[in-house]
Nanobody
Framework: DVQLQASGGGLVQAGGSLRLSCAGS????????IGWFRQAPGKEREGVSC????????YYADSVKGRFTISRDNVKKAVYLQMNSLKPEDTGVYYC?????????????WGQGTQVTVSS
């Protein structure tokens, strides 16, 4: 079975950092783009970042550019999201997902999510 496991969330003060991890199993990891999404209470889920399967191309939402960095380690079958200079508006449940195309979506498998809470 295809599985994605997100971890690394927690409570942090504004200006702090967290590193999220997404571990994949049950599929050929390096054949797929991986994306990070988040959902804040009362808001729709939004795309945060993604990394391609082929050349390591990355995408960032404008709201996180310059603060977040996505990377992948295909040997460990993991994708990471380094989040720096966190703001209260970064609070939400963060999900990783498998992209069905080289550079991203549509996304066909989702992890269970990890909570990120940024206090002011």
């Amino acid at each position: 079975d295809v599985q994605l496991q997100a971890s690394g969330g927690g409570l942090v003060q504004a200006g702090g950092s967290l590193r999220l991890s997404c571990a994949g199993s049950g599929f050929t990891f390096d054949d797929y783009a991986i994306g990070w999404f988040r959902q804040a209470p009362g808001k729709e889920r939004e795309g945060v970042s993604c990394i391609s399967s082929s050349d390591g191309s990355t995408y960032y939402a404008d709201s996180v550019k310059g603060r977040f960095t996505i990377s992948r380690d295909n040997v460990k079958k993991a994708v990471y999201l380094q989040m720096n200079s966190l703001k209260p508006e970064d609070t939400g449940v963060y999900y990783c997902a498998r992209g069905s195309s080289t550079y991203g979506g549509p996304y066909d498998s989702w992890g269970q999510g990890t909570q990120v809470t940024v206090s002011s």
